[in-house]
């Protein structure tokens, strides 16, 4: 039998085998550290929000297409500037040429008289231009001494490049009731002077056409002094003019 003085112990590990061990046993402090802050602190290691990344793409996105519309519309607007710097567009001619008169009466009645006028209205539109001229519906008015007596319209149309285009526009006024002084100067100027002058206004609006591009409204506006004769039931002497041109 073996003594229990005699028993012999196990080698003891030295100092780096203790150590060794030590750590083997025991979890990296930093992993615990990095769990430890994960799962008590989570606020330390904020995640990156995927709105703000999507909200920025948004933004670039729709500056891009800014832009390039914008590029757009001015490589649009200089390639219509150029072509009417080519083209070099003049103002259509509109003119009154001829008018007629179809049935004109008086009828006076005590202090008042009734007018009935019908009158046809000739005129000539000219486009010196190289290119076409799109015409709007325009409006005419008969006048006597500051009152209107009737109107008329004249549809749109187009006209081609260099051409010349009549257009008919009739009058018609129905029994139309002035006052005394109008009545008795209209009777005086019927009956004695055999003439009644008369006013034609009116504006004409067109655009010129290039390539399927209209420009700008572009308006004439048309003056026309009158003298008719109830007698002979025609037009005595006429004298036109045009206020301009006007945008």
């Known amino acids: 039998m073996t003594t229990r003085g005699n028993q012999q112990q196990p080698p003891q590990p030295n100092g780096e085998q203790r150590l060794r061990q030590q750590q083997q046993q025991q979890p990296p402090a930093q992993s615990y550290s990095n769990g430890y802050m994960h799962q008590q602190h989570p606020q330390y290691y904020p995640r990156t929000p995927s ?3 999507s ?17 757009l519309a001015l490589l649009v607007l200089a390639i219509v500037l150029v072509i009417l710097l080519a083209v070099k ?14 049935y004109m009466g008086i009828n006076p009645s005590g202090t008042t008289a009734s007018l ?41 149309f187009y006209q081609e490049a260099h051409s010349v285009r009549q257009v008919v526009a009739t009058i018609a006024v129905d029994r139309v009731n002035l006052l005394q002084a109008d009545a008795a100067d209209l009777i005086r100027d019927a009956s004695l002077n ?12 067109a655009k010129i056409r290039v390539m ?24 005595t002497n006429k004298q036109c003019g045009f206020d301009g041109l006007s945008v």
């Open 51 to 53: 709105r703000s990344s």
């Open 55 to 71: 909200s920025a793409s948004l933004k670039g996105c729709c500056c891009c297409l800014f832009l390039l519309l914008s590029f």
């Open 89 to 102: 567009p003049k103002k259509p001619q509109f003119d009154l040429q001829q008018v007629g008169v179809q």
């Open 116 to 156: 009935s006028l019908t009158i046809r209205l000739l005129f000539t539109a000219v486009n010196p231009n190289k290119v076409g001229i799109k015409y709007g519906e325009s409006r005419f008015t008969v006048m006597y001494r500051g009152i209107p007596l009737g109107k008329a319209s004249v549809p749109g």
């Open 194 to 205: 055999d003439r009644v002058d008369l006013r034609v206004l009116g504006d004409v609006g």
């Open 212 to 235: 399927n591009f209209d420009s700008p409204r572009v308006q004439v506006s048309v003056d026309c002094a009158i003298v008719i004769s109830p007698r002979k039931q025609s037009l």
